[in-house]
């Protein structure tokens, strides 16, 4: 009985989001037009496993051409400045909302970095 609880125990502790903040500031700010789930695709591409690939190479994603053809890989440097600004970083995309403040674009990053490691 007593392994039986520790057992779930620990699958309730794995479910808790390793980035508590991040995952509601994602939520808030991104997900409405975004998913974190591979193949679920919004008005945006989904975000599962951004980091390190290649902008506009999600199947099935509309892109705008200035991003499909823009060469970026996604690390966490030109994410910070593509969610501070969009269209400095890719002139001609066609995503408008941008997020000010940097400790909210790091606590993001650092919630979908913690999304790649999970998987």
Same mark, same amino acid.
């Given at each position: 009985?007593?392994?039986?609880?520790?057992?779930?125990?620990?699958? #309730?502790? *794995?479910? !808790?989001?390793?980035?508590? !903040?991040? +995952?509601?500031?994602? $939520?808030? $700010? #991104?997900?409405? #037009?975004?998913?974190?789930?591979?193949?679920?695709?919004?008005?945006?591409?989904?975000?599962?496993?951004?980091?390190?690939?290649?902008?506009? @190479?999600? +199947?099935?994603?509309?892109?705008?051409?200035?991003?499909?053809?823009?060469?970026?890989?996604?690390?966490? +440097?030109?994410?910070?400045?593509?969610?501070?600004?969009?269209?400095?970083?890719?002139?001609? @995309? @066609?995503? @408008?909302?941008? %997020?000010?403040? !940097?400790?909210? $674009?790091?606590?993001? %990053? *650092?919630?979908?970095?913690?999304?790649?490691?999970?998987?």
């Amino acid at each position: 009985m007593l392994v039986f609880s520790l057992s779930l125990a620990g699958q #309730c502790l *794995a479910q !808790e989001p390793v980035n508590p !903040e991040g +995952e509601r500031l994602f $939520r808030t $700010r #991104c997900g409405t #037009c975004h998913s974190v789930n591979s193949g679920e695709n919004r008005m945006g591409p989904h975000l599962s496993g951004l980091l390190g690939r290649s902008a506009g @190479t999600i +199947e099935g994603a509309r892109y705008s051409k200035a991003l499909g053809g823009s060469g970026i890989v996604w690390d966490e +440097e030109r994410l910070q400045a593509f969610l501070a600004n969009p269209r400095q970083v890719v002139p001609g @995309t @066609t995503m @408008t909302a941008s %997020i000010r403040d !940097e400790a909210q $674009r790091s606590a993001i %990053i *650092a919630y979908l970095r913690s999304l790649s490691a999970a998987n």
